[in-house]
């Protein structure tokens, strides 16, 4: 998979919750409570299986979940990660 130019990760994360970390973009998300969140983190789980892509879960403060996205084989930011963000944003 090729990976993004700066510009166009920079247009697509404009805006919205997801923020750019070097070769990674990262999500934040504060839920209800703890079962919330591991919910959260199972719903992201089912995405990334039907994607065959794989990001990064942390639970942390017992109702945070710090999602991190890049495409590891590519060395860095592709559309599969561009994608997945979107299907988890769609979550909401």
């Not at 999602?67 to 084989?73: A, D, E, P, V």
Request: glycine letters at 8%; proline letters at 1%; aromatic letters at 4%.
């Amino acid at each position: 998979m090729e990976r993004l130019s700066d510009n166009d990760i920079d247009e697509r994360l404009s805006g919205g919750s997801w923020r750019r970390e070097g070769e990674v973009i990262v999500r934040d998300v504060e839920c209800k409570d703890f079962a919330a969140a591991i919910a959260l983190v199972n719903a992201v789980a089912v995405l990334a299986e039907q994607a065959n892509h794989h990001p990064d879960l942390l639970v942390y403060g017992y109702k945070r979940v710090r999602l991190t996205l890049t495409t590891h084989s590519a060395g860095g930011l592709t559309a599969l990660d561009l994608g997945l963000a979107d299907a988890v944003d769609a979550l909401e």
